[in-house]
């Protein structure tokens, strides 16, 4: 079986046709979603639209989570003081913007999505099966993805969340991490992906408009378009001054 798994599509409507066109020639038998589908770009309810029409399963990522439920603003700046400027913009100014447009349809679809998803010894996850908000990066020690990961009745692991793709094999466990489709934050501008078939990971990089993205961004009004356009084209993250 070749099982794809696309994640943290962030509203990049141009992303995600570039990706779904790769798709379509590589042919996997399923394609599975990592969660953060529409808050942080200009195209949050035609992603999902797109997303939904093809009936792809998956899993909730931690900005999907906060349009239903936002209440988790003070504990995550409690965890992560630095950066209190970032997570005010994402709860207060890109999140309601993106609630606005998704309408009430779509968000009881998200509220609906599980946080795993498991296939023949797979699991999918967005960040870690006990948090939506922390997960390794990819040069952690073997030691730390074990502890993370291991002991889950799995012996492939997928996570999203870090916009930074990679595959790491260990002792009785793969671990792998599928990049973002909108946001990749690894210096590489192309969308990423995950493909695996007879349970070997690969991370396949698809070019996109990035043009046609910053055009959608400022013909919507998207808060911060120019800063979006930067990171896009930038590929790392930097927060919005």
């Known amino acids: ?16 046709d570039a990706v779904i ?11 599975v979603h990592g ?28 900005t999907d ?23 005010h913009v994402l709860f207060e100014v890109l999140m309601p913007w993106a609630r606005d447009r998704l309408g009430d349809d779509r968000v009881d679809w998200l509220r609906k999505l599980p946080k795993q998803w498991r296939q023949d010894r797979l699991l999918l996850v967005h960040a870690t099966p006990d948090d939506l908000w922390r997960a390794p990066m990819p ?22 969340h870090i916009h930074r793709p990679y595959v790491r094999l260990l002792r009785g466990l793969t671990v792998s991490n599928s990049g973002s489709v909108g946001l990749p934050y690894d210096g590489d501008l192309r969308a990423s992906y995950l493909l695996i078939e007879n ?13 046609r993205a910053a055009h959608d961004a400022l013909e919507v009004g998207f808060p911060y378009a120019g800063w979006l356009a930067q990171v896009q084209q930038a590929g790392r993250f930097t927060p919005p001054e």
Request: charged share 30%; with cysteine.
């Open 1 to 16: 079986m070749r099982l794809a798994i696309v994640s943290d599509v962030h509203g990049n409507l141009a992303a995600l």
């Open 21 to 31: 066109s790769d798709l379509d020639a590589q042919a996997p038998d399923l394609v």
């Open 35 to 62: 969660g953060d589908l529409a808050v942080i770009g200009p195209k949050p309810a035609e992603v999902m639209d797109v997303i939904r029409e093809r009936g792809w399963p998956g899993v909730l990522g931690n």
């Open 65 to 87: 989570e906060i349009v239903f439920d936002p209440s988790g603003q003070t504990e995550q700046e409690r965890c992560a003081p630095k950066l209190r400027d970032w997570l």
């Open 139 to 160: 040069d952690a020690s073997a030691q730390e993805l074990k502890q993370t990961y291991g002991g889950r009745d799995a012996d492939i692991i997928v996570y999203g």
């Open 199 to 211: 349970r070997v990971a690969n991370i396949r990089r698809v070019e996109y408009d990035l043009e």
